[in-house]
Structure formats: structure tokens, C-alpha cells
């Protein structure tokens, strides 16, 4: 990495989500994450957690396709997350990977994340 891309004061701001019903998919979210919901003057619905600032924004078309960009949440329980994380709704998307390390799930509008057990002392994740 060049000297010039460090400390430049570049933070992420949201990471945001296409849906068709931003509150109900932020409120999903907030179940998982915690945090607080906002509306902000567009529509859209924001989530502060503290681990990731999400932003909900309104689209008309369907997700079709796996995604991008998706989020690797990383947890002390994994067996009691992933648990949770079914009850409250989330699908396994075992289409896209099936291993030890980590599971991949879809939510409610079917964007996929993951939830990754905790890293062993020396190791690298995911």
C-alpha cells in the first residue's frame, strides 16, 4: 500500500442495502445488530449499530442475483448466533458455501452475510 492511501481520513460512512421495504428490513437488522432505527428526510431507514452504520434504501426491482458486497459478522457464540439468527427468520444459503468456519445466510429480502465463528489465537479470518 502506497504512503498516500494511509491515514487519509477516509472512514465508511454506511454500508448501504437495496430492499423494497427499507423500515421492515431495518427493523429485521436492528433484531440482530441492535442499535436504532431512523428515518431519515428521503425515506430511507437508518441503522446505527455498534459495529456498522447501515443505510436501507428503496428500490423497485427484486433481488435476483448474489450479492456484491456482504457483510462477515463475526460472533463469540457461534452456535447460539446462528441459532438466533434462524429464529428471527434468516435463511442458510447453503447454495453459495457450506464449511466450518463460517455460515452464510440470507435475510429477510434475501441479501446474504455471513456469521463467522471467533478466530483461534495466531489466526487469520475471514
Same mark, same amino acid.
Given at each position: 500500500?502506497?504512503?498516500?492511501?494511509?491515514?487519509?481520513?477516509?472512514?465508511?460512512?454506511?454500508?448501504?442495502?437495496?430492499?423494497?421495504?427499507?423500515?421492515?428490513?431495518?427493523?429485521?437488522?436492528?433484531?440482530?445488530?441492535?442499535?436504532?432505527?431512523?428515518?431519515?428526510?428521503?425515506?430511507?431507514?437508518?441503522?446505527?449499530?455498534?459495529?456498522?452504520?447501515?443505510?436501507?434504501?428503496?428500490?423497485?426491482?427484486?433481488?435476483?442475483?448474489?450479492?456484491?458486497?456482504?457483510?462477515?459478522?463475526?460472533?463469540?457464540?457461534?452456535?447460539?448466533?446462528?441459532?438466533?439468527?434462524?429464529?428471527?427468520?434468516?435463511?442458510?444459503?447453503?447454495?453459495?458455501?457450506?464449511? &466450518?468456519?463460517?455460515?452464510?445466510?440470507? &435475510?429477510?429480502?434475501?441479501?446474504?452475510?455471513?456469521?463467522?465463528?471467533?478466530?483461534?489465537?495466531?489466526?487469520?479470518?475471514?
Amino acid at each position: 500500500m502506497s504512503a498516500e492511501h494511509i491515514n487519509t481520513g477516509v472512514t465508511i460512512g454506511w454500508v448501504c442495502i437495496d430492499c423494497s421495504n427499507p423500515q421492515r428490513l431495518a427493523g429485521w437488522w436492528q433484531e440482530l445488530l441492535g442499535g436504532t432505527v431512523s428515518v431519515d428526510e428521503d425515506g430511507d431507514v437508518r441503522l446505527e449499530t455498534d459495529t456498522v452504520p447501515l443505510l436501507f434504501l428503496r428500490v423497485p426491482e427484486v433481488k435476483t442475483v448474489k450479492n456484491r458486497v456482504h457483510l462477515d459478522l463475526r460472533v463469540n457464540d457461534f452456535d447460539r448466533a446462528v441459532a438466533r439468527t434462524k429464529s428471527l427468520g434468516a435463511s442458510p444459503a447453503d447454495d453459495v458455501f457450506v464449511g &466450518d468456519r463460517w455460515q452464510v445466510f440470507r &435475510d429477510p429480502e434475501g441479501n446474504e452475510f455471513c456469521l463467522i465463528r471467533p478466530t483461534a489465537e495466531g489466526e487469520d479470518g475471514p
